[in-house]
């Protein structure tokens, strides 16, 4: 098969002209943040808000050129727009606009969920970054899926996603029937990740609203089939992508993941609180990191303290679903891409994420389950 590269996708993006100014969209500038990788190929189109409704057109013409491609294997297009920037004169490019803001809710069904087929979603996060919350979403969705669940796994850090290192995944999506794409497969799980479309060191250099579209184009374009769950890994804080996760989404819950230190835990409140905000139940706290063993002389060490995930749990009157430990083993199958769920089943560590994937299978079955997403109210 023949390779694609920037320069190609952005020739046959310059076929399509943009309405307003009469200029082909990469000329207009209106063509941003491109990345192609093994056939793969993501980009976003720069808009004003107030065309938004009729430029989806634009964006699936956009798709469908890019796809027709030699070479190319999927196309994932977002619109990010921005406010008030005057028409571009001409033969001039337009200003970067000063400020910019998410598109508005698409129009649909209130009963219509926005990922259909997927009985429940769930959130992990956590106030910041190092406290082992990827870790914990991949081992968690792993066992899930060892419970027998039907169990999808969304890498939503854009940012620096790193589930594709995490289960050993080095595909790439490829496009399905009416313009879908099909996740990859891993460790008995449905697995998606914009780290598939683009190299592990290369950054993404983009703005808050094109990282909101490519969460929900994940969420909605990808062909996610009939789960029981599908686990979604945060992004550490409260941004863009929180936000997003919490008003466009159907949340079944959050779960928080903290190490025990008074550090952590002021900002795993931060992140606690932020879905209070907005409505969304707080599923439990997860305690991580929570003692060390050492594998030598079998001494315990509690380098982060031990428990207070769980005091903080019953301050505030949530489930503390459960402890698990800083060890080697974890680290090591997690640099590996096997995680320890399934390499090492019957190890304590994959026993402890076992037991904290029973208390939420229950918890799920007990109501839990696919709601009309909150309406975010800035007091």
Request: charge should be neutral.
């Amino acid at each position: 098969m023949a390779s694609i590269s920037e320069q190609r996708v952005r020739e046959a993006l310059a076929e399509l002209r943009d309405p307003a100014s009469g200029r082909n969209i990469v000329e207009a500038g209106m063509v941003s943040g491109l990345v192609v990788r093994d056939g793969a190929v993501g980009f976003a189109i720069e808009i004003d808000q107030a065309e938004a409704p009729q430029r989806e057109t634009l964006r699936r013409s956009a798709e469908d050129k890019v796809r027709a491609l030699p070479g190319v294997t999927a196309v994932t297009a977002v619109l990010t727009a921005h406010r008030g920037a005057p028409p571009p004169g001409d033969g001039a490019r337009p200003a970067a606009p000063q400020r910019r803001a998410p598109l508005p809710p698409p129009e649909r069904a209130a009963d219509k969920p926005l990922v259909p087929g997927v009985k429940a979603i769930v959130a992990v996060a956590s106030g910041k970054g190092g406290v082992g919350k990827s870790t914990t979403a991949v081992n968690l969705a792993v066992a899930l899926a060892r419970l027998g669940l039907a169990v999808g796994l969304l890498d939503a850090d854009v940012y620096g996603p790193s589930l594709p290192r995490m289960l050993g995944v080095r595909g790439k999506p490829k496009s399905v029937g009416d313009k879908r794409i099909a996740p990859l497969e891993a460790w008995g799980l449905k697995v998606m990740s914009i780290g598939f479309l683009v190299e592990e060191d290369t950054p993404m250099i983009w703005r808050g609203p094109m990282v909101m579209g490519a969460l929900e184009q994940m969420l909605r374009e990808v062909e996610w089939g009939m789960l029981d769950v599908l686990v979604v890994d945060m992004p550490p804080g409260t941004g863009d992508a929180q936000l997003t996760m919490a008003q466009r989404v159907p949340l079944a819950g959050a779960i928080i993941v903290s190490t025990p230190q008074d550090i952590a835990l002021i900002d795993a409140r931060k992140g606690l609180n932020m879905f209070r905000k907005v409505d969304v139940p707080v599923l439990g706290i997860v305690e991580n990191m929570s003692m060390f063993i050492c594998p030598h002389c079998g001494g315990r060490s509690d380098i982060f303290g031990h428990g207070g995930a769980r005091d903080e749990a019953v301050r505030l009157g949530l489930p503390f679903l459960g402890e698990v430990p800083l060890d080697l083993a974890i680290r090591e199958t997690s640099d590996a891409g096997t995680p320890i769920v399934r390499s090492a089943p019957d190890s304590p560590q994959a026993q402890a994420y076992m037991a904290i994937a029973a208390t939420l299978r229950d918890r799920l079955a007990g109501g839990a389950t696919m709601r009309p997403p909150p309406r975010i109210v800035m007091e």
